[in-house]
């Protein structure tokens, strides 16, 4: 089977070709440079010459809250366009295969979680990364059009939640909550500081899972492809607070400061907790813990970043 992968020198893209299961299919992972999915005539052009049999599309523009908060208009365009290009061109030439990475962000902000697939568009946003919500919630409903016109379509969106890992961004202002959380205390460590702070109480939930496990999940989907429901949440079944991720960084790192608590900063959604119902039932289980998962990223952040230990 020949893949076409997007976004494959990102988190999500690096994990899923460094995974042992890469070997059994014949990837194509273009860059951004070799591939410009906001040109619609290279994607035509691409796709055209190598038609192949199932398309992985993880590329994207993403960031954490300031990020998002920064620049709203790339992550709601960017990430649109990129999308539309991919997905209606494909589609169009007859490519019957495509997994689509949704988000979590694309739930309402005030449901209550865990939060189902079918929750979609029944409540506003978040507002922190709503351009980036709303993107993913394009691609997602295209999907779902495209097999509603031709069901022999296999367009399915997977929707994971909050990822973290190797091949992550780990700086404060660009990376999501555990890569920034691991930065800011290495660097708390080696600068001798002893406080750290934490935006908002730190008593909002968030559920984050292993990129590694992730990629585990989507060579599952490939596998039985056909049987996958057209929305998918991946995720563990349970979440931490921020507070207890700080705690669990800083057991991991080393360090032996304590916190404080800066309530003037956002903090986005109160709880974002995915239900796995229909991933239990097709019998797929994450395997990595937290502290082993964060573990796995701190080495990974020390040796990509050449960090002092």
Known sequence: MKI??????????????????????????????????????????FLSREIPDLIIHSAGLVGGIEANIKSPVDFLSKNTYMALNLISIAANLGIKNLINLGSSCMYPREMENPLNEKLILHGELEPTNEGYALAKIVSTRLCEYIVKEDSTKNYITVIPCNLYGRHDKYDEKNSHLIPAVIHKIHQAKIEGRNIVTIWGDGTARREFMSATDLADCIYFIIERLEKIPQNLNVGLGHD???????????????????????????????QKLVDITQLNSLGWKHKINLVDGISEAYEFYKESYNNEV
């Open 240 to 270: 931490y607070s921020i507070n207890e991720y700080y705690h669990a960084v800083a057991s991991v790192v080393g360090y032996s400061g304590s916190f404080k608590h800066d309530h003037e900063r956002p903090v986005g959604m109160r």
């Open 4 to 45: 076409l992968l997007t976004g494959g020198t990102g988190m999500v893209g690096s994990n899923i070709l460094e995974h042992s299961s890469s070997n059994k299919y014949s990837f194509l992972a273009p860059t951004s440079h070799e591939l410009d999915l906001l040109d619609r005539h290279a994607v035509q052009e």
